[in-house]
């Protein structure tokens, strides 16, 4: 399912007056998001972009990663760097500036509490609270970035 709905992504790209089939798309990405995206000796490596390369092999394109801090993503489409960005959290807020595709990767990272208090809307809603996540995985980098110990 995960493969088909990348592949679905990627034929969505090519619809949207992207390159043809023999050119490379350039596709943005945070550059330290593990196990979605990291750098591992000079190369992108993570699963996101597993699923994109394969996608693209398929249907004959080639994949460049543009690996940029997080905060520098959203503008790789403004300034010509990337013609896409993955994988980028589907918000309300986004939404009003980005066309989504269908989501390529589901996971479990989100903000929760527990029941019957109401979800967090952002990060402003933890302020005196206690944030606990794993050590590793890719909320981590963003809690160090945000969260103040």
Same mark, same amino acid.
């Given at each position: 399912?995960?493969?088909? *709905?990348?592949?679905?992504?990627?034929?969505?790209?090519?619809?949207?007056?992207?390159?043809?089939?023999a050119? *490379?798309?350039?596709?943005?990405?945070?550059?330290?998001?593990?196990?979605?995206?990291?750098?591992?000796?000079?190369?992108?490596?993570?699963?996101?972009?597993?699923?994109? *390369?394969?996608?693209?092999?398929?249907?004959?394109?080639?994949?460049?990663?543009?690996?940029?801090?997080?905060?520098?993503?959203?503008? !790789?489409?403004?300034?010509g760097?990337?013609?896409?960005?993955?994988?980028?959290?589907? !918000?309300?807020?986004?939404?009003?500036t980005?066309?989504?595709?269908?989501?390529?990767?589901m996971?479990?990272?989100?903000?929760?509490?527990?029941?019957?208090?109401?979800?967090?809307?952002?990060?402003?809603?933890?302020?005196?609270?206690?944030?606990? !996540?794993?050590?590793?995985?890719?909320?981590?980098?963003?809690?160090?970035?945000?969260?103040?110990?």
């Amino acid at each position: 399912m995960l493969g088909r *709905t990348a592949l679905l992504t990627l034929m969505g790209l090519s619809m949207a007056h992207l390159p043809a089939a023999a050119e *490379t798309i350039r596709i943005a990405c945070q550059d330290n998001f593990p196990p979605f995206v990291d750098v591992k000796d000079g190369k992108s490596v993570g699963l996101v972009v597993d699923i994109l *390369t394969a996608a693209a092999a398929r249907e004959n394109f080639e994949v460049q990663f543009v690996l940029v801090p997080f905060d520098q993503v959203q503008g !790789t489409l403004d300034d010509g760097r990337a013609q896409a960005i993955v994988p980028l959290a589907i !918000t309300p807020e986004r939404r009003q500036t980005f066309d989504f595709s269908v989501p390529i990767l589901m996971t479990g990272g989100a903000f929760f509490v527990r029941a019957p208090n109401p979800t967090p809307q952002n990060v402003a809603a933890l302020l005196g609270k206690i944030v606990v !996540t794993p050590r590793t995985g890719p909320l981590v980098p963003f809690c160090r970035r945000t969260v103040r110990a």
